[in-house]
């Protein structure tokens, strides 16, 4: 098949604003997070039971902080043991796959959409999506951005404020913007 879904998924330009079956996925999943993002912090299994519908994968334990946003849920896959502080937000126009013991502090961004740099298309409202993958054991400080295509590797802590614009080895210090590693952990 070849719907603007299809091409979302392959990684190739699509129409991200237009196609209203990815708007009606896109709305359908913001209904869900808007009754998440509302409930009373008593309602923590009905609050994970929701996340469990709109996520791809979840393995084990995991708490997700309100608010919290992302667009389409299904492409988020969470190891085991993760925790997400308040207001972050997740474009998963592709997989977004974190490993276990996963740690993400305040106010962080992981960005799968890209926008073509000619005006034209992007005027049109094409994008592309490429994965995001974070490994085993890794931290990622407040207001780190992690952008498209980007793999953090085992055992890594980026610094707050980081914008992580290229892949990052495994048991790194890495911080800065763009992020660059300082030193072996």
Not at 125 to 134: C, D, F, N, Q, R
Not at 154 to 161: F, H, L
Request: aromatic share 10%.
């Amino acid at each position: 098949m070849n719907s603007e879904k299809d091409k979302m998924l392959r990684g190739e330009l699509y129409d991200a604003n237009y196609d209203s079956f990815l708007i009606a996925e896109r709305k359908a999943c913001k209904l869900v997070l808007h009754e998440i993002n509302v409930m009373s912090p008593d309602d923590e299994g009905k609050r994970n039971e929701l996340f469990r519908k709109i996520f791809g994968k979840i393995n084990g334990q995991f708490i997700i902080e309100s608010p919290f946003h992302c667009d389409y849920g299904y492409n988020i896959e969470l190891g085991e043991n993760f925790y997400m502080n308040v207001n972050c937000v997740i474009l998963d126009e592709a997989k977004v796959r974190f490993g276990d013991n996963v740690f993400i502090a305040p106010n962080c961004a992981f960005y799968t959409a890209g926008h073509p740099l000619d005006m034209e298309q992007r005027n049109k409202g094409l994008e592309y999506a490429k994965p995001i993958t974070v490994g085993n054991n890794v931290w990622i400080g407040g207001n780190g951005v992690v952008l498209p295509g980007v793999t953090i590797g085992d055992n890594c802590v980026i610094g707050a404020g980081s914008v992580v614009v290229k892949d990052i080895p495994a048991n790194t210090l890495a911080v800065g913007n763009p992020c660059k590693v300082i030193r072996s952990l």
